[in-house]
């Protein structure tokens, strides 16, 4: 089994259809189907099911061609480290983000990192948290920017900045539904989001309880959750970078929130314990302190270059 192989088979799981796994790995469609055949007959197993209508990996096929993702991965490292050993930023640099937190960074982020390392490929990945962590530990994303799990077991977390959370109120949201705090949220007039919400030990995190909110709607991005607390009444919890995002008539209906613990998240870069692209972990912290405010990162992201292979990362949520 050659990396050759390796890559064909890994293409036409991604695709599943010889033609555009071939054309993906820049060989005939032939060569591609030889190929994979003469590892089958190798292995003495099946790794494809095929039929006229479907191409499927067989439950042994499944575990193959994931370690040949890991194998293929891997010696894409041996270019990144000659690169990060020659001072040079190329090749191609995955990142992971949330999608409560890309709206805000992304836009900046690209046209930015593109202007300073222009001979990286970026690509971006817009996932869940758990998608996110499982593509990390695969080695399909390099670096993930995330609120942390509790669980981040064989992952490096780097603190990169802390962000408060307001109430957004309707304009017919009465006294009462405006003394917000955490011991008093009327949930009967409060729309969740689905995931966002669910901050690990934090003073929202909602997600534990579902006796809180109103679940009528679990809404899928901050935008709609205002639009519906425009239309129905109510209120919702954003995060301090969407204030810019809104209307100046929506911003007189922003609250601070009065809570113990601050009502904030933390937000990180999360890579794996043997990541060893260290220019290109310090370029993206570089980037995103140039677009954050500076209150927000001040004091939680470090101040000076992070080293992968000879100081330990500080992972103080507190700084």
């Known amino acids: 089994m050659n990396l050759q192989q390796m890559e064909y088979i890994v293409a036409l799981d991604k695709y599943r259809h010889f033609v555009l796994a071939a054309e993906a790995c820049g060989v005939t469609q032939p060569t591609l189907s030889a190929m994979i055949q003469k590892l089958e007959e190798e292995l003495d197993v099946?790794?494809?099911?095929r039929d006229r209508k479907n191409i499927t990996p067989t439950p042994i096929g499944k575990k193959i061609i994931r370690q040949a993702q890991i194998a293929?991965?891997?010696?894409?490292?041996?270019?990144e480290l000659l690169a990060d050993e020659t001072d040079s930023m190329t090749g191609s640099l995955r990142?992971?983000?949330?999608?409560?937190?890309?709206?805000?960074?992304?836009?900046?982020?690209i046209h930015h990192f593109r202007k300073a390392y222009p001979g990286v490929s970026l690509f971006i990945d817009e996932r869940a948290n758990k998608a996110l962590i499982q593509e990390l530990e695969y080695g399909n994303l390099d670096i993930v920017l995330t609120t942390p799990p509790e669980d981040s077991k064989n992952l490096l977390e780097i603190p990169v900045y802390t962000e408060r959370f307001?109430?957004?109120f309707s304009e017919k949201c009465d006294q009462t539904c405006r003394a917000i705090t955490t011991d008093n949220l009327p949930a009967e007039q409060m729309w969740i989001l689905k995931e966002g919400h669910c901050v690990p030990n934090g003073s929202l995190n909602f997600c534990k309880n579902k006796e809180i909110g109103n679940h009528i709607y679990e809404a899928g991005s901050i935008e709609t959750l205002i639009r519906i607390v425009d239309r129905n009444g109510g209120y919702t919890i954003i995060p301090e970078l969407h204030i810019g995002?809104?209307?100046?008539?929506?911003?007189?209906?922003?609250?601070?929130?009065e809570t113990a613990p601050p009502a904030q998240r933390f937000v990180s870069l999360l890579i794996k314990d043997d990541f060893i692209r260290e220019r290109a972990v310090n370029a993206v912290l570089d980037t995103l302190k140039a677009i954050l405010p500076a209150h927000m990162w001040e004091g939680r992201a470090s101040k000076r270059p992070i080293r992968l292979r000879s100081t330990p990362l500080n992972t103080d949520k507190n700084g």
């Open 46 to 49: 099946k790794v494809f099911n």
């Open 72 to 79: 293929l991965n891997e010696t894409q490292r041996i270019k």
């Open 95 to 109: 990142i992971g983000v949330l999608p409560t937190i890309a709206p805000y960074l992304v836009p900046d982020f």
């Open 166 to 168: 307001v109430a957004y």
């Open 245 to 257: 995002f809104l209307t100046e008539s929506q911003k007189k209906n922003i609250l601070p929130l």
